[in-house]
């Protein structure tokens, strides 16, 4: 089986018949959501999070860029607040959005606000787990970390990669549960998961990295923030795409190509990389 198979490289998957599921995923539309969620997140963490909190605290943002936000004027624990904001509106999202969805009609509604708390709880649990692990980040404890200067640096690691990992793996599950429920869970709709999960999951990858390398700060940013962010933040979505959960009744779902979609995926990708990525300097 060729790569191009497994991720079902023609525009649409379908399936018909009395006893398995009818479901169509346009390819395209699924990166075109990736191109347009990755930078709305990505700026949702970073302004809606660390910037947010920096000015309501009184600091100074000095800078924004794609990935990072420099503050200055704040030490101690306000600084340490400003470091946990972006986390605590991944999580509050990730709750929010999940209320939407279920209540949401249309199955490209659905899966928008799928894609989107799922996402924004990986990312959240995967803060936890990166920072116990590495120490950096911005729940890092260690030179570098933003929650430098805490009690029981080695405790508060441990406790960080537990609550973490417990976590994601509950978050992966529900993820491949409520997946199932609206497409279908059986072989049929294998290619079909594959193409939603890891389709997502390569073009945020991608979409995060290209635009990563156009930081001012250097391949630090590339690597700790847009790939840990990115690749490391949302590989949930693997096992996702690889899954067979337990049977549930034949559903159909379609997402059919949506050049809206496609030209606001292009469009947000364009306008994040042409003003976020080499970042904007307020002094």
């Given amino acids: 089986m060729t790569i191009g198979e497994r991720l079902g490289t023609s525009s649409a998957v379908t399936e018909t018949g009395p006893n398995v599921a009818r479901v169509r ?3 395209p539309t699924i990166v075109a959501l990736a191109m347009l969620l990755n930078p709305l997140l990505t700026m949702w963490h970073e302004i809606g999070g660390h910037a947010a909190m920096c000015a309501a605290l009184g600091g100074r943002v000095a800078a924004i860029g794609a990935f990072y936000v ?7 624990l306000p600084d340490m607040a400003v470091a946990c904001a972006g986390v605590t509106v991944n999580l509050l999202l990730a709750i929010v959005a999940h209320a939407i969805w279920r209540g949401a ?8 606000w799928w894609l989107v708390w799922v996402s924004q709880a990986f990312v959240a649990a995967g803060y936890f787990c990166f920072s116990g692990v590495s120490g950096v980040g911005d729940l890092g404890v260690a030179r570098g970390g933003g929650l430098l200067g805490v009690p029981m640096p080695i405790a508060v690691r441990i406790g960080e990669l537990a609550l973490g990992t417990v976590a994601y793996g509950l978050l992966v599950r529900r993820a491949i549960t409520t997946l199932g429920a609206m497409i279908g869970a059986g072989d049929s709709d294998a290619r079909a998961r594959r193409r939603i999960a890891h389709g997502y999951y390569l073009a945020s990858g991608a979409v995060a990295i290209l635009v990563g390398l156009l930081n001012p700060v250097g391949m630090f940013v590339t690597i700790m923030s847009a790939a840990a962010s990115s690749f490391g933040g949302l590989a949930g979505f693997i096992p ?3 899954a067979r959960p337990a049977a549930v009744s034949p559903a159909k779902f379609e997402i059919r190509r949506s050049w809206p979609v496609i030209i606001a995926g292009i469009g947000a990708t364009a306008l994040f990389a042409i003003l976020l990525g080499p970042s904007i300097q307020f002094e």
């Fill in 240 to 242: 996702i795409g690889f």
């Fill in 105 to 112: 009609r249309g199955d490209r509604w659905r899966l928008f």
């Fill in 70 to 76: 420099e503050c200055t004027g704040l030490t101690g």
């Fill in 25 to 27: 995923i346009d390819l």
